[in-house]
């Protein structure tokens, strides 16, 4: 049997193993999703220091049309109460704010009717977020703040990154996605957040960044809805962390006129102490990045959400695999 052959076998045996579970165990449930940005070009997208975090719009489509086949794609609010559909809900997440938003998620989602919400870090700052391995692997990659990152870096006593050598390829996006994570090792988290803060201010990152006339354009036609997204390196028992959660949180409201009163966070952490700064902040729930289905009756505070990576999402397979793997036994 040819290779493209037992590829495209695996993958049905796959669709029929989760149109098998649809009759029982996916009946009445809900998950949530947890996506960052879709970028323009897929082959950029998919440059190694990126696939874990960027989708580009072939795999971005080939990931919706993997869940509409078999699943119910639908609000937040929806996905959050119980229901006996068939058919399970799935509801979408975009984490950052990335100006991408308007220019390839919106078109998308609009043209097929899908909804969507986006959490931002903070409504009127106009910068998006990344965690530090995104923000220090992009600015090392991108001509015009590479300087920036390898002094910051240098300053930090940090080991010193690749250079690229006049060529960016596939082959320096790899060296330096395994830099990245040779920085990982090192626990010098703290260092590497402020130098992630201090590259995150070069107009490379704040210009695609979401704006406020995008953010109320967006929320104005009916599909997407936006929340708070807490604080990077946020400490739950901490008033600063408390009180800036707030601001965002009215700066939310002035911009918008049915903002989430729902949070999200980017780690998979969930405690006693995350859920006492959801409730003296007021919030509802607090979606993290733990993988799970919702569990009835929702009633938690903490929600998982499956992270979905590009190679995931380009490969019904691994969705299919992903998803099913996390059900409850």
């Known amino acids: 049997m040819p290779r493209l052959d037992r590829t ?37 997208a998919r440059l190694p220091h990126r ?31 119980l229901h006996h559909d ?47 391995h995104e923000v220090i692997g992009e600015a090392l990659w991108r001509k015009d703040t590479a ?36 920085l990982e090792r090192s626990h010098e988290g703290a260092a590497l957040g402020m130098i992630a803060e201090s590259l995150g201010n070069e107009p490379a990152f704040t210009d695609q960044a979401l704006d406020a006339f995008s953010i109320r354009r967006l929320e104005q036609g009916g599909l997407f809805r936006f929340g708070n997204l807490m604080p990077a390196r946020s400490t739950p028992g901490s008033l600063q962390t408390l009180h800036r959660l707030r601001d965002s949180q009215h700066q939310l409201a002035v911009l918008c006129r049915q903002p989430l009163n729902v949070a999200a966070c980017n780690s998979e952490f969930a405690d006693e102490a995350l859920t006492r700064l959801a409730v003296n902040a007021g ?20 929600l998982p959400r499956f992270l979905i990576t590009q190679p995931v999402a380009n490969s019904p397979g691994r969705l299919f695999d992903w998803l099913l793997g996390k059900l409850p036994s």
């Open 8 to 44: 495209q076998d695996v993958v049905q045996r796959l669709r029929g193993h989760w149109r098998l579970n649809l009759s029982e165990p996916l009946w009445g449930r809900s998950a949530i999703l947890a996506l960052r940005r879709v970028m323009a070009d897929e082959a950029e």
């Open 147 to 182: 300087a920036s990152a390898h002094r910051l870096l240098a300053d930090a006593g940090l080991p010193m990154p690749p250079l690229a050598n006049g060529h960016r390829d596939e082959r320096y996006s790899q060296e330096i996605k395994i830099y990245i994570d040779e």
């Open 283 to 302: 919030f509802e729930r607090v979606l993290t990045r733990r993988a799970g289905w919702l569990e009835p009756p929702n009633d938690t505070v903490l």
């Open 86 to 132: 068939q058919l399970p809900r799935i509801a979408l997440t975009f984490d950052g704010g990335w100006r991408d938003t308007l220019k390839q998620v919106s078109p998308t989602l609009e043209r097929l009717a899908l909804p969507a919400n986006v959490f931002l870090p903070c409504p009127v700052t106009q910068q998006a977020w990344s965690s530090w």
């Open 51 to 81: 696939s874990d975090w960027c989708l580009g719009p072939d795999s971005f489509r080939q990931l919706l049309e993997s869940l509409t086949e078999s699943a119910q794609i639908v609000s937040l609010e929806s996905a959050l109460h």
